[in-house]
């Protein structure tokens, strides 16, 4: 028997986290081969039961474990066919009646109802509050009607001696792990989508460099800190020469390698506690903390000679690549504004002068 939690079957697409479809994306393909590991852990768990039961003196209650096994290699089978929705359905209808017959041969303290617990977490996880309260309400009839026949009927068969603890000490280690493994399945699965959602505001989509609101968050926590031990700063704003020509002549999506390339230069050949940012279109900005003004012109031409020195080609043709530079300082007194304006004015001067080179302001 198996956590239904961790491959949650549902008609519509879940709310909050939606199961992905397989071959869709990476973690589509992750999700449903996790779905296949699941199915083939549960065969082997019956496997186990098959034999205990056996042991305990409970051949049908072993038979039902058979043929559970059966269903979890056919939900395997379903799955990796693409027949996922098949699959997982398989998985969830062998809980629920698995769940039933154990109860009502062995009786209700045997806790084979432990695994219905399971199902309220993901019906509530993976759909809307219109379609997940009719779904836990029917579950909680369906819980309540099988203590009732429990209790009604009592044990159909009864295990010998202490069989009845052995199992339902087994239930509860076996749910205990499988809530602790279905909460770290949606811990991660929150992180991945906070992670996601961070990179997105505050990471540039093409270059993944830092974007330009959150450049000025890092800046002025950056400057916050310089203000306070008067190391000199400085500020540097380049742009990418004649890259309209690029896009026209050689299309986007050649711009757009031009970018990346240029983006990981940048990378390389700044430091770590460089603040960079892709500024806006072609334009890259750096605030290069402890760093003079001589010293960010001598980082400036480093990277203006690497990018003239990028080889990048378009069905066999060179795409020439330079950039032209703006560089300033930083004063204790300026605000981060005035100091781009002096280094946009700067790398004007810069492209009025030829292009290809790095002008102080």
């Known amino acids: 028997m198996a956590s239904p939690a961790s491959t949650t079957p549902t008609a519509h697409p879940p709310r909050p986290f939606a199961v992905p479809q397989r071959g869709s994306s990476v973690a589509g393909k992750a999700y449903w081969a996790m779905a296949q590991r699941v199915a083939l852990t549960a065969a082997a768990i019956d496997c186990g039961y098959f034999v205990l039961f056996l042991w305990l003196g ?3 209650l072993a038979w039902v474990n058979l043929a559970s096994i ?9 799955i990796q066919r693409r027949r996922n929705t098949a699959g997982i359905l398989l998985i969830w209808l062998e809980v629920i009646v698995h769940s039933a017959l154990g109860s009502l041969l062995v009786g209700w303290d045997s806790g084979f109802h432990y695994y219905l617990w399971l199902f309220i977490p993901a019906i509530v996880i993976a759909n809307s509050g219109r379609y997940a309260a009719p779904m836990v309400l029917a579950l909680l009839a369906y819980y309540l009607g099988l203590r009732f026949a429990c209790d009604h009927w ?3 068969a009864p295990l010998p001696g202490k069989g009845q603890q052995i199992v339902n000490t087994l239930h509860t280690c076996l749910v205990f792990g499988m809530f602790a493994a279905l909460a770290a399945f949606y811990r991660r699965t929150i992180l991945i989508a ?11 989509g093409l270059t993944g460099l830092n974007n330009r609101a959150h450049f000025h968050t890092l800046a002025g926590h950056t400057l916050t800190r310089i203000q ?7 500020l540097v704003l380049c742009d990418i020469d004649h890259f309209k020509q690029v896009n ?3 299309g986007h999506a050649m711009g757009d390698r031009v970018l990346v390339a240029v983006a990981g230069v940048l990378a390389r050949k700044l430091r770590e506690s460089d603040v960079i940012a892709r500024w806006g279109g072609e334009e890259f900005l750096a605030l290069m903390p402890a760093s003079s003004l001589e010293s960010a012109l001598e980082v400036a031409e480093r990277i203006r ?13 060179p795409v020439p690549l330079t950039m032209s530079f703006g560089v300033t300082r930083v004063a204790g007194s300026d605000d981060l504004q005035a100091a781009i304006v002096r280094a946009d004015k700067a790398l004007y001067q810069s492209k009025n002068s030829g292009r290809n080179r790095a002008t102080a302001g």
Do not use: C, F
Request: charge should be negative.
């Open 58 to 60: 409970s051949p049908p």
């Open 70 to 78: 059966a269903m979890y290699l056919g939900a395997y089978q379903l």
């Open 154 to 156: 009592g044990a159909l």
């Open 194 to 204: 906070e992670n996601r959602l961070l990179k997105q505001a505050t990471l540039d």
């Open 228 to 234: 306070r031990t008067g190391e000199p700063v400085a």
């Open 248 to 250: 026209d002549r050689h």
């Open 305 to 317: 000679v690497a990018v003239e020195q990028v080889e990048i080609s378009d069905q066999g043709t």
